[in-house]
C-alpha cells in the first residue's frame, strides 16, 4: 500500500515538473500538424496525460472511507416541524 502511494506521488510530482515546460520557452520549433504551435501542442498533450493521471488517482487514491454513507434515520430532526 505505501508503495502505491509513494509511486502516485511521485508521478504528481513529474508532471508538476513537465507543466513547466522550460524547454519551449525561446525556441522556435515548426508548426505541429503545419499550424499549432509547439507550446500549444505541448499542454493539450500535457492536458490529456494530466486527465488519465487523475483518473488513476481517483481509482487508486480515493478515500473509500467517504463513501460510507449512513442512510437517515425517520425520526424528525430538532429543527425540522413535525406534520
Known amino acids: 500500500m505505501k508503495l502505491k502511494a509513494f509511486l ?6 513529474v508532471f ?10 525561446k ?3 515548426p ?3 503545419g499550424f499549432l504551435p509547439i507550446g500549444l501542442a505541448y499542454h493539450a498533450g500535457y492536458s490529456i496525460a494530466a486527465a488519465f493521471l ?5 481509482k487508486f487514491a480515493w ?9 437517515e434515520s425517520d ?3 430538532d429543527d425540522e416541524p413535525e406534520h
Open 16 to 25: 508538476y515538473i513537465l507543466h513547466q515546460d522550460f524547454w519551449n520557452w
Open 8 to 13: 502516485l506521488t511521485l508521478l504528481v510530482l
Open 75 to 77: 425520526k424528525p430532526r
Open 31 to 33: 508548426l505541429v500538424l
Open 63 to 71: 478515500p473509500k472511507h467517504l463513501e460510507d454513507v449512513q442512510p
Open 27 to 29: 525556441q522556435t520549433h
Open 54 to 58: 487523475m483518473a488513476l488517482l481517483v
